[in-house]
């Protein structure tokens, strides 16, 4: 049986451009995720209650390999739709965290 990887992707969203990611973007970047990697089980959005625009991604994969792609797609230098985010981001996606954690119990 395949143990589940989970990946957290954190950011912070600009101010401005909150009400356009709940409205627009979070149903765009888990299209494009879907699309683009494989093995993806589950993908959910949490934003900070206590601190404005903090945005954590739940992104939950059966396969090392996944992890490796989201890395890439989120926070790599190739070129892909990502980009077009980096503006609503603080700090742009040099500011993206991701962090893979195994269930250990």
Known sequence: MSQFL????????QEDSISMF?????????AQIQNQVEHV???????????????VEVIQVDDQGAVSQ??????????SWFHSLDSHIV???????LWTFRQCD
Not at 6 to 13: H, I, L, M
Not at 41 to 55: N, P, Y
Not at 91 to 97: A, D, E, F, Y
């Open 6 to 13: 989970t990946v957290f992707v954190e950011y912070r969203v």
């Open 22 to 30: 709940r409205d627009q973007y979070f149903a765009q970047i888990r």
């Open 41 to 55: 089980v589950r993908h959910e959005f949490l934003i900070s209650e206590a601190q404005v625009g903090q945005v």
């Open 70 to 79: 989201l890395q890439e797609l989120r926070t790599g230098p190739t070129p």
């Open 91 to 97: 700090g742009g996606r040099s500011k993206i965290k």
